[in-house]
């Protein structure tokens, strides 16, 4: 008498043609999310984040009353150049 097939000796894994590559795609997706977190935390500023920060300062100074019309549109000119 054979006993019956309990579920011993079945195969688990998927291998379909795409099962394969989705181990290579989700490593892909999370390595980048890091890389782009690691970048904008490294305190690396693009050089347009450099400009419109100075522009900020110029316009906060110019506000506070710490430079007169004059030198505010000389800097200005020089930052926008």
Do not use: F, H, W
């Given at each position: 008498?054979k006993?019956?097939?309990?579920?011993?000796?079945?195969?688990?894994?998927?291998?379909?043609?795409?099962?394969?590559?989705?181990?290579?795609?989700?490593?892909v997706?999370?390595?980048?999310f890091?890389y782009?977190?690691?970048?904008?935390?490294?305190?690396?500023?693009?050089t347009?984040?450099?400009?419109n920060?100075?522009?900020?300062?110029?316009?906060?100074?110019?506000?506070?009353?710490e430079?007169d019309?004059?030198e505010?549109r000389?800097k200005?000119?020089?930052?926008?150049?």
């Open positions: 008498k006993t019956p097939n309990l579920g011993r000796n079945v195969k688990v894994r998927n291998e379909g043609k795409g099962g394969d590559y989705m181990g290579i795609i989700l490593i997706v999370v390595g980048y890091i782009k977190y690691m970048e904008d935390n490294q305190g690396g500023v693009s347009s984040r450099k400009q920060s100075a522009l900020d300062i110029l316009n906060e100074r110019y506000a506070k009353g430079i019309e004059e505010y000389n200005k000119e020089s930052l926008n150049r």
